[in-house]
């Protein structure tokens, strides 16, 4: 999954209302993907790996 600092939504939306955007496509999604295990570390817990979907 991608993820997108609250910071960049907060400027894309802002962006966005005032019209600087108009006719353009903006990508402010993370180039890294990150696993549900990283982030479920990144929020300060564990998670056991697991085999089954």
Do not use: Q
């Not at 600087?20 to 570390?41: F, Q, T, W």
């Amino acid at each position: 999954m991608s993820m997108v600092h609250h910071v960049d939504i907060g400027t894309a939306t802002r962006l966005a209302l005032s019209g600087a955007l108009d006719g353009r496509i903006v990508n402010i999604g993370d180039d890294a993907p990150i696993s549900l295990h990283e982030l479920v570390e990144l929020a300060g817990a564990s998670m056991a790996p697991v085999a089954e979907p």
